[in-house]
């Protein structure tokens, strides 16, 4: 079955840097991979996601870029907000439909 | 729009009792809904995935005759935690899928439902 696999597991940057963070999949047949943003106590919120037929995607401050061909994708949120603080996951399904695989999360954490 | 709503946001219930948690789509009609569950610090674990009508689909580990799932109708599903004990203590997140526009849809997740078996 699918494999995420996320780094970094946690990630601490100033305020106004950028934060990357990396995922990679197992499964070729994937061809959905959406972001979600979770704070604490609270259920995930999809921020971002692209499909296998688009190389990149940027929504403002966020952006996501996918390789196929290597198996992985990125996060890139730039002109990072203390409110941008939270944990971050990356997944995969086959199909917007199909049920989602998550990687291990990201905990970002902004300093003012 | 696509709100889904879990309820109760959080409940205490002694070992041995059974516990059942619902999750709605408030906005939309949801023909699979997926429940995960999170320890903390963790990530999130797909238990099963309930369609409407059928039964649902768990996922290897996952105990069906413990974890009942009932999809009733397009706008609810539920999750009975069964004799529940300390260790099923745990964070259960749903999320439901719009299908209002066939296959394009992403997942909305509801706020999740903090159990704690004492």
């Known amino acids: 079955g699918e494999n995420v696999e996320q780094h970094p597991s946690t990630l601490s940057v100033q305020e106004g840097d950028s934060a990357v963070i990396k995922c990679t999949y197992s499964?070729?047949?994937?061809?959905?991979f959406p972001w979600y943003k979770q704070e604490l106590g609270k259920g995930p919120q999809l921020i971002i996601d692209?499909?296998?037929?688009?190389g990149e995607k940027k929504d403002q401050r966020i952006a996501v870029t996918l390789n196929k061909t290597a198996k992985h994708f990125s996060l890139h949120i730039t002109e990072t907000q203390p409110e941008d603080s939270a944990v971050y996951f990356c997944?995969?399904?086959?199909?917007?439909?199909?049920?989602?695989?998550f990687g291990q999360g990201t905990e970002l954490s902004v300093k003012p | 729009g696509a709100v889904v709503s879990q309820h109760p946001s959080w409940v205490i219930c002694k070992s041995g009792t059974s516990v059942k948690i619902e999750c709605r789509s408030l906005?939309?009609?949801?023909?699979?809904m997926f429940w995960y569950r999170q320890f903390p610090k963790q990530s999130l674990m797909l238990m099963a995935t309930?369609?409407?009508?059928?039964?649902?689909t768990y996922e290897q580990g996952v105990e069906k005759d413990k974890f009942l799932i009932n999809h009733a109708s397009l706008t609810l599903s539920t999750l009975t935690v069964t004799s529940a004990h300390p260790e099923d203590s745990s964070f259960y997140i749903c999320?439901?899928?719009?299908w209002g526009i066939g296959d394009n849809s992403p997942l909305h997740f509801g706020n999740g439902t903090r159990l704690t078996v004492t």
């Open positions: 499964d070729s047949a994937s061809n959905y």
């Open positions: 309930s369609n409407e009508g059928s039964k649902a």
């Open positions: 997944a995969a399904s086959i199909n917007q439909g199909g049920k989602l695989i």
């Open positions: 692209i499909r296998s037929n688009v």
């Open positions: 906005d939309f009609q949801a023909t699979t």
């Open positions: 999320s439901a899928r719009w």
